[in-house]
């Protein structure tokens, strides 16, 4: 470990020494992955590691940060595997998901824990951001467009997919749920164009209620505008395509707001980025979120993390 990376004290010791850049605040969260919650027991150990932290620089990059150093705390439960080998190569595909990820983002690994117990995977993610630059929840007025990044209800046709014993990753679907992609560069460049941001990881319409709480404004959500993930129809059917991409949750995509002034420059900048930024509705005065067909999609509450389910 070298000062060039900001690391002037790294893994060996009891704690690790940072150094963030002038001018940026440090950008910090956590996220925890749990066997048979977040993920099937039986994933592919690369995935594992892969969305392991993908989740976590997710965080970040509705912060509008860009990704330094990350922690890894892995508990992990030797019992199902038949043998020291067999442990061994779990381990190395797990290894490996983690690391290319990490590396695709130049995030250093600073220091960790391994325990032994039920699989859980705790990744705390730290990242930089110019001083007043990050992006937050409170930001949206008004009048502000609400906007998406990508697709949305690919993790949770990803999922029906999996329990219907689909195993192939080169599916798009089981990609969107297994192999997610952080929008780091996305919110880095939406920065000083969004008014306000998160990622969605709980499902649209309950992630949507977190920043109009924030901010507190209403919606207007117009659900033929929703864009809709690879394949997604076809698995699902229209209807229930729809639903995942308002309460399916796992998309890990961008949710904003931002002045209609700056939507063509924002949808210009991630072009560059071969993403697409879709409007999907608008702020109002009225709390709450209305829109034609919104009613009768059904409750608004997403993910469930005490009960484990969705609606």
């Not at 080169?170 to 164009?193: F, Q, S, T, V």
């Not at 409007?279 to 109002?284: A, K, Y």
Request: aromatic share 4%; charged share 15%; with cysteine.
């Amino acid at each position: 470990m070298t000062a060039s990376n900001g690391v002037t004290l790294g893994c060996g010791d009891d704690a690790t020494l940072l150094v963030p850049q002038a001018g940026q605040q440090l950008a910090v969260s956590v996220d925890t992955s749990v066997v048979d919650v977040h993920f099937p027991y039986d994933a592919p150990a690369f995935a594992v590691g892969h969305r392991a932290l993908a989740v976590a620089l997710s965080d970040l990059a509705a912060m509008g940060a860009a990704s330094r150093w990350c922690l890894m705390a892995l508990t992990f439960d030797q019992r199902p595997f038949v043998n020291d080998e067999a442990t061994h190569a779990w381990l190395t595909d797990y290894a490996r998901g983690f690391h290319s990820l990490r590396q695709q983002h130049a995030t250093t690994l600073v220091g960790g824990d391994v325990t032994s117990g039920a699989l859980s995977i705790g990744v705390t993610v730290m990242g930089e951001v110019p001083v007043a630059k990050a992006l937050t929840r409170s930001g949206a007025q008004v009048g502000d467009l609400i906007a998406v990044t990508g697709a949305l209800g690919g993790g949770a046709g990803g999922l029906a997919l999996w329990k219907q014993g689909e195993r192939d990753l080169a599916h798009p679907l089981l990609r969107r749920y297994l192999l997610p992609e952080p929008r780091l560069a996305a919110g880095i460049a939406l920065r000083g164009l969004a008014s306000a941001a998160l990622d969605i990881s709980d499902g649209l319409l309950a992630d949507l209620g977190h920043l109009r709480e924030a901010s507190q404004v209403g919606a207007e959500l117009e659900l033929a505008a929703l864009p809709l993930a690879e394949e997604l129809e076809r698995q699902l059917g229209h209807k229930a395509a729809q639903q995942a991409a308002l309460s399916g949750g796992d998309d890990y995509e961008l949710l904003i707001t931002l002045a209609p002034e700056n939507l063509t420059k924002a949808q210009q900048r991630l072009a560059q980025l071969g993403l697409n930024l879709t409007v999907i509705g608008q702020c109002r005065e009225a709390l709450g979120i209305s829109g034609a067909g919104i009613d009768e999609q059904g409750s608004y509450a997403g993910w469930q993390h005490f009960n484990g389910e969705a609606p």
